[in-house]
């Protein structure tokens, strides 16, 4: 497999896009996947120049060097950019009103994409689940972590609801997407919504961990980030093509904890 490998450093301000290109050709790449971001929200929200040009002004770079070699690209965005307008899981149709400056970056993104490159693929997901144990961003190994340390007991937010997804699930759909030929956006998310109280308190259970998991409001937990209370989404296009259905989070949860331990 070869990796494009572009430090922040390379591109503020000095990457060429001739360079991407002679990279892109000399590896006779076809179908370029842009799964790097800035993923913290906390930071994004305090340093929003930098989120920009992290989530934005990169994808912009990478887009055009796929439209000049007619690479398909294929964009890794997030439930996020929704917002919090209604109740109900979002599908591929509704408005996207981003509610962080992470999100609004996504969605910028995600338009930069659409006007630069035709053969695209843009993928909608999110509470993403899975690698390795010592990732410092690893939300499952965290909760864990957490509940080893704990005196007993850990709090959950119950506010916020959304789709826990495990990343081996979404790149068995992407790679669906890319054998059919698809393009456009898409969501791709476990089949079951859940708050983050219950996406904890599962993750508690699965590990046999003898601790209490007690439900929270959101302002216990002071976030700069003013982030949806809903994330929740349905994979309405994906499903319809008959080419995969997405497996149940809690399913998936127990294999990728099993998998962890």
């Given amino acids: ?12 301000p000095s990457v060429k896009i ?8 000399n ?23 930098e989120c920009y040009m992290d989530n934005v002004f990169l994808t912009e770079i990478l887009a055009n060097a796929c439209m000049k070699l007619e690479v398909k690209f294929v964009y890794i965005s997030s439930t ?3 917002g919090n307008w209604k109740k109900e899981p979002f599908n591929e149709y509704d408005i996207t009103q981003p509610t962080t ?12 994409l659409a006007q630069l490159v035709s053969n695209h693929l843009i993928i909608r997901t999110g509470w993403l689940f899975g690698g390795e144990p010592e990732m ?25 609801s959304g789709n826990p997804t495990y990343c081996k699930d979404v790149t068995s759909a992407v790679l669906a997407l890319l054998k059919n030929d698809c393009v456009g956006v898409f969501n791709i998310v476990s089949s079951n919504f ?17 601790v209490v998991v007690k439900p929270a409001d959101k302002s216990v937990f002071h976030r700069i980030a003013t982030v949806s209370e809903n994330e929740m989404a349905i994979n309405l296009k994906f499903n319809s ?4 259905i997405m497996p149940s989070w809690k399913l998936s949860l127990s294999n990728y904890i099993s998998e962890l331990l």
């Fill in 27 to 49: 590896s006779a790449i076809k179908t370029l996947i842009h799964c790097a971001a800035n993923t913290d929200l906390e930071y994004c929200q305090q340093h929003p120049t």
């Fill in 18 to 25: 001739k360079d991407i290109v002679n990279f892109l050709q």
């Fill in 194 to 210: 859940a708050t983050r109280f219950d996406y904890v308190k599962a993750i508690v259970e699965f590990t046999d961990l003898d």
């Fill in 80 to 82: 996020g950019v929704y």
């Fill in 241 to 244: 093509l008959g080419i995969g």
């Fill in 136 to 160: 410092k961003r690893n939300f499952v190994m965290n909760r864990i972590k957490e509940a080893r340390n704990s005196a007993g007991v850990i709090h959950s937010d119950t506010t916020q």
């Fill in 101 to 112: 400056v992470h999100h609004n970056s996504k969605k910028l993104a995600e338009n930069l």
């Fill in 1 to 12: 497999m070869n990796v494009l490998s572009i430090q922040r450093q390379d591109y503020l």
